[in-house]
């Protein structure tokens, strides 16, 4: 059964720039309010909250460092006072280092805290105030955002592709731990042309991947599938990959 998202809440963490931002602007469509996240990326989640609102629905842009419990439950409380409770959360803030698998001297502790603390903490905290919260109203969905590259063990970083585990152990954990009521499942996408490449991965392997020559999946068909699962209510527990076939390729 497909649940109806018309004039629900959702939170999307992570959501100025690339995947975040697509998921943001396709739940929008679906008749949703959102709340664009942002830790450094103003601007552009201005931007996203500004397309949504000329789309016709509303939304704000709040800035919260999602590894912060305390800023967690202010930007909370920010959006329920702007638009209602939230009955869709998606934890697609992320952040990595790009160290080659073979360069495991370089990786430090500040390495693992720094990566972990968004990653998979970051989506812990979110997921700890709203989940509960949902479950009092009725339900709601909860969308983690993973990687193939655990399935492959590669990525931009050893830490990373750990911390991308833990969203799908983390996935699972929540499912368990939250009432039926509340589903929570996760999508595990491959390369996508986005920012990120910019930002944490070399420029030969970024030309890569725009190229064709390394395997690469839309933005929007991983958004379209985030979507999907957030309104299939007979889902829940499971990651799905998102990598057009990257997996059994390699």
């Known amino acids: 059964m497909r649940v109806d998202l018309a004039d629900n809440v959702a939170l999307v963490t992570g959501a100025g720039t690339g995947l975040g931002r697509q998921i943001a602007l396709d739940l929008a469509e679906s008749g949703m309010d959102v709340a664009v996240n942002y830790a450094r990326s103003k601007d552009a989640a201005e931007e996203v909250a500004a397309a949504i609102e000329q789309a016709g629905r509303r939304s704000i842009a709040v800035k919260a460092d999602v590894s912060q419990p305390g800023e967690v439950a202010e930007l909370v409380a920010n959006i329920e006072a702007a638009l209602g409770s939230i009955s869709v959360l998606v934890n697609n803030a992320g952040v990595t280092r790009f160290i080659p698998f073979p360069d495991i001297h370089e990786i430090t502790l500040d ?15 979110c997921a700890q105030l709203v989940g ?23 990525g931009s970083s050893l830490p990373y592709t750990v911390s991308k585990a833990g969203v799908i152990s983390l996935t699972q954990c929540l499912c368990r731990a939250l009432p039926k009521s509340v589903r929570v499942n996760a999508i595990a996408p491959g390369w996508m042309d986005t920012v990120w490449l910019d930002k944490h991965v070399p420029d030969e392997l970024a030309d890569s991947v725009r190229s064709g020559e390394f395997p690469s999946v839309a933005v929007e068909g991983v958004a379209q599938m985030a979507v999907d699962l957030i309104r299939n209510d ?13 997996l059994w390729r390699s």
């Open 234 to 246: 007979t889902v829940s527990g499971q990651t799905v990959v998102v990598d057009a076939g990257e």
């Open 132 to 154: 509960p919260a949902m479950a009092e109203r009725g339900g709601g969905s909860i969308l983690n955002v993973s990687s193939v590259s655990p399935y492959v063990a590669t």
């Open 111 to 125: 390495d693992w805290h720094d990566v972990f603390s968004v990653n998979v903490i970051g989506a812990f905290n």
